[in-house]
């Protein structure tokens, strides 16, 4: 595949989550699984994208209902947290987060996670660590961090421009 067909696929994977993540926020929950269904169906290359947009998806399927939970794996704890940073539970996420790391030290997303609550709950240091970790487990991490609008707050600190390399 051709660099610029690679780009431009992952810019219109890009899109269909940057959709989703919008219909999610304003809680249109069908109209958000639409567009994460669409891209995993279409970009199943973009891994990172798709993996995100799998636990979205799942979280729109079930529709937010309240149900008794039984944690028993990394992916239940991860599931489980961006449920709870998208309910702006930061600190609930952050304690699920913690738990995470006692089945999977190596694992990324845990610490990608840990680096969007910490910046939600305006503790942009922590972020930082935190997204420091992750990218170091995962480079592609970097990529996905410059285009994730919950790092917002850190888009002028150059800090966070040498850890995504946008300088």
Partial sequence: MSELKKKDDYQKALNLYSQGIKDFRRRDYEKAASSFGSLIEKFP???ELVDRARVYLTICQKGQ?????NLKTVEDYLFYAQMKINQRDYEGALKLLEKALDFKKEEARIYY????AY?????????LEALKKAIQKDKALAILA?????FEPLWED???KVLVKLL
């Fill in 158 to 160: 150059k800090r966070f």
């Fill in 146 to 150: 410059q285009n994730e609008t919950d």
């Fill in 65 to 69: 209902k309240k149900e008794s939970v």
């Fill in 113 to 116: 996670l840990m680096a969007i």
């Fill in 119 to 127: 910046v939600q709950g305006s503790r942009l240091d922590d972020s």
């Fill in 45 to 47: 290359d973009e891994h």
